[in-house]
C-alpha cells in the first residue's frame, strides 16, 4: 500500500431524536446500522455536508444543531485501512411533523433503509462504530461536546 492510498475521512453524521428514539441508516446488504450522513466534501463545512447528505439519501432538509461528538475511528473494510473522524451533529428537527410515533423516514438509495431504534435497545444493533452504541443509549443532548477514539481497537 502506498502513502498515497492512505487518508483520514471526514464523515459528518447526526443524532435525529423522536421521542426516546434514534434514526439509524441500515445497510440493507451488510445488516449493519450507523448514524445517517456522509463524507466532507474539500472545502465543505460539515454541518452542511451532513444538511447535504441528508437531502440526497432521503429527501429531507433537516436544521442541523451543534456539534455533540468528534470520534477518531480506525478500521479495516474488505482488508483495506481505514481512518475516520466523525463529527456528529443534533439533528434538531428533521421536518417530518409534530406526532407521537416516528415517522417512516424513506430512503432514496436502495443499499440503504432508515429506522428508529429506542435507545434501550441500542446494544441489540450492529452499530458501526460499535463505540458509539453506549454513547447513543445514555445521550444526553445538553452536555458539552465529547471526544472519543477507539485507535486500539484496531
Excluded at 25 to 35: A, M, N, P, W
Excluded at 72 to 88: A, D, S, Y
Amino acid at each position: 500500500m502506498s502513502k498515497n492510498d492512505l487518508e483520514i475521512e471526514t464523515i459528518a453524521r447526526g443524532v435525529a431524536l423522536w421521542g426516546d428514539a434514534i434514526l439509524l441508516c441500515r445497510s440493507v446488504k451488510g445488516g449493519h446500522s450507523y448514524l445517517p450522513g456522509g463524507h466532507v466534501e474539500l472545502g465543505e463545512a460539515a454541518a452542511t455536508a451532513l444538511r447535504r447528505e441528508f437531502q440526497e439519501e432521503c429527501g429531507l432538509s433537516p436544521t442541523i444543531g451543534r456539534l455533540l461528538l468528534t470520534h477518531e475511528h480506525v478500521f479495516r473494510q474488505k482488508g483495506r485501512l481505514r481512518h475516520e473522524i466523525n463529527l456528529v451533529f443534533h439533528v434538531e428537527h428533521i421536518g417530518l411533523g409534530t406526532g407521537t410515533a416516528p415517522p417512516l423516514v424513506p430512503s432514496l438509495e436502495p443499499k440503504i433503509a432508515f429506522e428508529w431504534v429506542p435507545r434501550r435497545s441500542m446494544h441489540q444493533v450492529d452499530l458501526r462504530p460499535d463505540a458509539l452504541g453506549t454513547w447513543l443509549a445514555t445521550l444526553d443532548i445538553t452536555a458539552p461536546p465529547a471526544w472519543r477514539s477507539d485507535l486500539d481497537a484496531d
